[in-house]
């Protein structure tokens, strides 16, 4: 897929999350394990997409799986398994639960000093989210700025450093029931503004 006559067409990239996992080969990771879910043709497509997105300008909101993406875009690497690292938490939800739980903030992350996070977080340094991911960033790619970091020392939110443009990743779901969450209103808001600038500004 050429991503450059697709971004033509758009004001703004948001990357979601997914039962899918990056291809362990596009960070020189292990073979993974036997049933665990794959998506090649998302990872053709969104891995060029981040780098030309960032390079226009163009705002990228990263989320979950999108998260992941944008940490191999820059040549960053993933644990498969997070909860089997030592001093690492278990970030999965459980999936026999009724949705409402499965969503439901669980742990804090805390917030770099003067990031664009916590700029949505008015005066906290600590805010707390919900958890539903199995893999997680493990050597931070080239070119990122952690902007949240988990109890256990997982990075959760990341920034393209030096972007002209909203490039920004969160590792949970700020998406679920935004309305009722300020920092999640705040942190739409941000990436649909920049959109709007973006579309006038545009060439």
Not at 45 to 57: C, E, N, S, W, Y
Not at 149 to 154: C, E, H, R, Y
């Amino acid at each position: 897929l050429e991503v450059e006559p697709l971004l033509d067409l758009l004001d703004g990239v948001m990357l979601t999350g997914s039962p899918s996992n990056v291809a362990p080969w596009r960070y020189a990771g292990a073979k993974p394990r036997e049933g665990v879910p794959q998506d090649e043709r998302r990872d053709a497509t969104t891995l060029p997409l981040i780098r030309a997105a960032v390079k226009r300008g163009m705002p990228l909101l990263c989320i979950c799986r999108g998260f992941q993406e944008l940490n191999v875009a820059y040549g960053g690497t993933l644990f498969q398994h997070v909860e089997e690292v030592p001093g690492r938490m278990d970030h999965r939800e459980d999936k026999t639960a009724a949705l409402d739980v499965q969503y439901a903030p669980v742990h804090d992350v805390h917030l770099a000093d003067r990031g664009m996070l916590r700029r949505f977080a008015g005066d906290a340094s600590v805010i707390r989210v919900n958890s539903l991911h199995g893999q997680g960033i493990d050597r931070l790619g080239d070119g990122l700025a952690v902007e949240a970091v988990a109890p256990d020392g997982q990075i959760e939110g990341v920034t393209v450093k030096g972007a002209a443009g909203f490039a920004l990743g969160v590792q949970w779901h700020p998406e679920w029931k935004f309305w009722n969450d300020a920092f999640s209103t705040a942190l739409f808001a941000a990436f649909g503004q920049a959109a709007i600038h973006y579309a006038k500004v545009k060439t």
